[in-house]
């Protein structure tokens, strides 16, 4: 019996912590994009945002796809303070939103655009496809449709 009860809060304990979303800076953002050795699909995004929600099971399951070719998928958070950590894990468990999860730190644009891409004005949702190894990089700040996500999914494993 003992058993059983470590097994499940085991099994609880890790189903919290893999929907759990780690508050970063744009710095470490920047780093962690930088350092990947993997295709990378970043999702900028909200819970309040629809034409964001709408999009990252489109953006999971072309992921999903392409797991042989080690694309990650994250999800960016741009929810406001009071909403981190509670209101946003509440809703990717809700969503059962699989992906590495983060909030950024930083509410004003004028500071964590420039960083991902000088064009962007701080409109979401906004994605970027980049592959270090090959050196594409892509950068949209709109919706893109589920075709739009599997043709640039392709694009950065391929490059």
């Given at each position: 019996m003992k058993?059983?009860?470590?097994?499940?809060?085991?099994?609880?304990?890790?189903?919290?912590?893999?929907?759990?979303?780690?508050k970063v800076s744009i710095g470490e953002l920047e780093t962690y994009i930088k350092q990947s050795k993997n295709?990378?699909?970043i999702s900028f995004w909200a819970t309040w945002c629809g034409p964001c929600v709408r999009e990252i099971?489109?953006?999971e399951s072309e992921v999903a796809k392409k797991?042989?070719?080690?694309?990650?998928?994250?999800?960016?958070?741009?929810?406001?303070?009071?909403?981190?950590?509670?209101?946003?894990?509440?809703?990717?468990?809700?969503?059962?939103?699989?992906?590495?999860?983060?909030?950024l730190n930083e509410t004003n644009a004028d500071i964590f655009c420039p960083p991902i891409d000088p064009?962007?004005?701080?409109?979401?949702?906004?994605n970027l496809f980049i592959n270090n190894r090959t050196g594409y990089r892509q950068f949209?700040?709109?919706q893109l449709t589920d075709r739009q996500v599997e043709i640039e999914v392709g694009k950065v494993v391929k490059g």
């Open positions: 058993i059983y009860l470590l097994l499940f809060f085991t099994l609880i304990g890790f189903s919290l912590t893999a929907q759990s979303v780690k295709p990378l699909v099971p489109w953006l797991k042989s070719d080690s694309v990650e998928l994250i999800l960016v958070s741009l929810d406001f303070p009071e909403d981190y950590p509670k209101k946003i894990n509440s809703f990717i468990t809700q969503k059962k939103f699989n992906a590495t999860h983060f909030w064009r962007w004005s701080g409109s979401i949702p906004a949209f700040q709109r």
